[in-house]
């Protein structure tokens, strides 16, 4: 079963930094680009950030670009988003998701996780 | 950025009805959407890609339509595990901010 599960959620305090994880499986994870979407109470989803099948290629919204990292691990088949500086604004359950096709080119994400909650608060 | 507009927001139905809810771009996406479904506490599913392609498994009852900058999903007749709230999101951008639209949600009349 093709599969994406994220963990490292937790309530953080402003300023602070925090690690989300997700793991793959049923799936070549290296052939696939993949993506980290949000969606905070309430609200609609917002993308933020991609990063190539291999790792070379990286984008971020602006929202929290210079804050926030995208790194994969191939071997572990595993995806991560580095978190700095957060922000209230930054609470949101955050999807780990991939591209329906392989290579740097898409029509949709075809496959979700079922979120991992970070909460910004003091 | 590409801006996409959802309407309605919410859109009151009854099981059997037939509902478009539209989708419009700030500029021309040509077929670069493609529709979500979203249910309380789940995430998203795919539903359609290239603005009309229907994803593996969707019902039929489920269609797309539309290009450049005007699309529709459209749901033939409503059944009861429809009632959810339904995304719009571009690909014309790609690889940089692909931007998703406001959501409709489809409640029960």
């Known amino acids: 079963e093709v599969q994406l599960v994220e963990s490292g959620g937790v309530v953080v305090q402003p300023g602070g930094s925090l690690r989300i994880s997700c793991a793959a499986s049923?799936?070549?994870?290296?052939?696939?680009?993949m993506h980290w979407v949000r969606q905070a109470p309430g609200k609609t989803l917002e993308w933020i950030s991609l990063i190539s099948w291999d790792g070379d290629s990286t984008y971020y919204a602006d929202s929290v670009k210079g804050r926030f990292i995208i790194s994969r691990n191939n071997n572990r088949d595993s995806l991560y988003l580095q978190m700095n500086s957060l922000r209230t604004e930054d609470t949101a359950l955050y999807y780990c998701?991939?591209?329906?096709?392989?290579?740097?080119?898409?029509?949709?994400?075809?496959?979700w996780g079922r979120g991992t909650m970070v909460t910004v608060s003091s | 950025d590409i801006q996409l507009t959802q309407s309605p927001s919410f859109r009151s139905a009854s099981v059997g009805d037939r509902v478009t809810i539209t989708c419009r771009a700030s500029?021309?996406?040509?077929?670069?959407l493609a529709w979500y479904q979203q249910k309380p506490g789940t995430a998203p599913k795919l539903l359609i890609y290239a603005a009309s392609t229907l994803q593996s498994g969707v019902p039929s009852r489920f269609s797309g339509g539309g290009s450049g900058t005007e699309f529709t999903l459209t749901i033939s007749s409503l059944q009861p595990e429809d009632f959810a709230t339904y995304y719009c999101q571009q690909f014309k951008s790609y690889p940089r901010r692909l931007t998703f639209g406001g959501g409709t949600k489809v409640q029960i009349k």
């Open positions: 500029q021309d996406i040509s077929n670069y």
């Open positions: 998701t991939k591209d329906d096709r392989g290579g740097l080119r898409a029509w949709a994400f075809d496959i």
């Open positions: 049923g799936f070549k994870f290296g052939d696939y680009t």
